[in-house]
């Protein structure tokens, strides 16, 4: 804290000491700083950005002449705004011109969550878009850009009605310090109620882009990096100085801003603005303006012989704050032209307004010849001229009354000169090769877009004409982008002491930034324009197609692969939104998922596995049937041949019997035969003998 010293007796002045600085040592120091920042600003740079804006705006040139054309060719501003276009499309949130990215001190899940933080600061708690949009326009027309990344502290105040609620509650909502109760009243039976005021955290990062005009810095620095100060200001009431937390009691002796002080780049870049005014007008005493300085200077306050970085606020001849060290400065710079050992490069504007300033001349020679063309000089006798008026003012259809056909005559225009039209045609070429941006980027040469010429060839030749503007573009990649986001994250790493919930995935998920190392490493896209985006998808898609035939790299090339693949092909077609059509192989849904499918898999592979083991022991089954089968014909083929065999045998015995009884019928017969016979003999010797019938 800054130390009062009384010198003198009770009623005498008190010295305000800082350090081994006295406020009027320090104020004296701080003063020669800003006076040599503003004077290198107010001797060249700033004339030369007024000159830029009028060349911009096309304001007249200051060689007119009266009754000659004043036709203005809006050179600057086609080139600024040609570079700016290809430069948006860049650098426009849908694109990932930079990125963290993985390293020995965060993990691929850390540099995720980083980039996405960093592009939630920039494009949604801020307004990226203009931000960036703004930037381009003074690094091409003011020399330089300047980016202010810093923390801004606020608190919210929520007023709350408490409800009827028990003491021994209330206390415990009392405990937590964001909550202050303003009133309480007793209910009775240990019942209160009141108000109570919430106060919420608020703070957030601010970028913002400061006016080229109200930046500078150590004009003997060959970068900021070496600087030994470089401060910014700006014009505030005492009332707005005081809602800063200023002490109101300094506040209240600051002179207000000098009317007569330089205001050449702001009058410049209202000069197309007739209404606009100076700010002379007198609005009363309570909104006269008090210009406070913001200095970030090396200084020794402790009289040790080495110098610290400290931040200090200063307006008039008072230091208002205690000078505060810090790390760093929270300005960031960018030139479209950057120039070695320099801390100021040029703008495109510088190159381009002396071809602005020929071009017109030689367009307005043109319009003044075709004018004369149409509204020829005449040589006239006036004597013999009734109506002298009409060959002044030459009325369509007017009539000369003369006496003599001779009295008028017209004088011969000269002809333009046959290489006027090549001069002009050499300018434009002189400015594509000075801004790099071609006549076929802005679809201003039409003679390219014919039939024999391709859409692609097109391109190609628009993108050759374009190499510095992409130059460019990878130099603001680097030199702003970069130190841009790596600011955010530092910032949020040192004041985001709870988790921040950040979109990955399609999901809010809580990350501890304090966790993130400050030295974070940050890549920059390979493919920043339209062009070279689509060429690089369909290279990707490309090797995705390889990759998925391919019999050996197939087993390499997994889920969380294909993933990061098809990610950088959605984020080179500007859809930044991908996870609402892939999902991330990390989350743990997915992987639920993948393992429900495995399961699920597994079951059919045991049952397809089931299934060709039954059918192999069918199969086995059905060769050992048919092995019987064969065996059983076998058998019955032999048994068959034996069966024959038993029947011929049988048959033969058979027939064997039958002919033996045959044989024995036919004895038997015969012997029946003899017996009867015999029998016949003997009955006939009986009767014979006893003279009457005898019967055996």
Known sequence: ?????????????????????????????????????????????????????????????????????????????????????????????????????????????????????????????????????????????????????????????????????????????????????????????????????????????????????????????????????????????????????????????????????????????????????????????????????????????????????????????????????????????????????????????????????????LQR??????????????????GLIKNPRELVAQHIGGVIDTTDMDAVRELPTPSLSPVTFQTVEMLDQELEGRNGVSRLAQGLNPDAVSFQNSSKVIQQLSNAGNRRIIMMARDYAETAMKPLYRRILALGIEHEKKPVPILMGGKWVPVQLSKFPKDAALGVSVALTEQERSNRAAGLLSMHTVMAQDEVIKSLYGPKQRYNLYGQVFALMGEKAFDQYLQDPDDPEFQQKMAQQAQIQQKKQQEVEATQKALVQAQLVDAQAKAQRTQVEAAKSKGALALDRGELDRKERADNVDAQSTFHDDLLADRQFEHQVWKDHAEVALEATQNRPVGL
């Open 1 to 361: 804290m800054a130390e009062v010293i009384e010198l003198f007796e009770d009623d005498s002045p008190e010295i305000v000491q800082f350090g081994e600085y006295s406020e009027k040592e320090l104020v004296t120091l701080l003063s020669d700083m800003v006076n040599d920042g503003q004077d290198y600003l107010d001797a060249e740079v700033n004339p030369q950005r007024a000159e830029s804006l009028q060349y911009y705006y096309g304001e007249p040139l200051g060689n007119e002449k009266k009754g000659r054309s004043k036709h203005i060719s809006m050179d600057v501003f086609d080139s600024v705004e040609g570079a700016k276009a290809i430069l948006s499309e860049a650098f426009g949130a849908t694109n990932e011109a930079v990125k963290f990215e993985p390293s020995s001190a965060m993990t691929e899940s850390m540099a995720k969550a980083a980039t996405q933080y960093t592009k939630t600061v920039m494009f949604q708690d801020n307004n990226g878009y203009q931000v960036l949009r703004d930037s381009f326009h003074d690094g091409l027309l003011s020399k330089i850009a300047v980016f202010d990344v810093d923390r801004e502290e606020e608190e919210e105040e929520i007023e709350h009605q408490i409800p009827p609620m028990p003491v021994q509650q209330l206390q415990q909502v009392v405990a937590n310090p964001d909550v202050e109760v303003l009133s309480l009243q007793d209910l009775g039976a240990g019942l209160v109620t009141g108000v109570l005021i919430q106060r919420k955290d608020t703070s957030k990062t601010r970028v913002r882009l400061l006016p080229p005009e109200k930046f500078a810095l150590d004009p003997e620095a060959e970068c900021k990096e070496t600087a030994r100060f470089c401060f910014d200001w700006e014009d505030w009431t005492k009332s707005e100085l005081i809602e800063q937390g200023f002490d109101p009691e300094i506040i209240e002796d600051l002179p207000p801003v000098n009317d007569d002080e330089d205001q050449t780049v702001k009058q410049a870049r209202h000069s197309n603005d007739s209404t606009w005014t100076t700010g002379e007008q007198d609005y009363g005493e309570a909104n006269d303006l008090y210009r406070l300085y913001r200095i970030f200077a090396y200084l020794d306050m402790d009289n040790a012989g080495t110098t610290s970085l400290y931040k200090v606020y200063m307006a008039g001849d008072r230091i208002l704050t205690d000078p505060e060290p810090v790390d760093s400065d929270p300005y960031i710079l960018w030139s479209s032209i950057p120039l070695s050992h320099r801390w100021m490069g040029m703008a495109q504007a510088d190159t381009t307004k002396a071809i602005q300033k020929s071009k017109s001349v």
């Open 365 to 382: 020679l043109i319009i003044d010849n075709q004018h004369r063309v149409n509204t020829s000089r005449m040589l006239a006798n006036t």
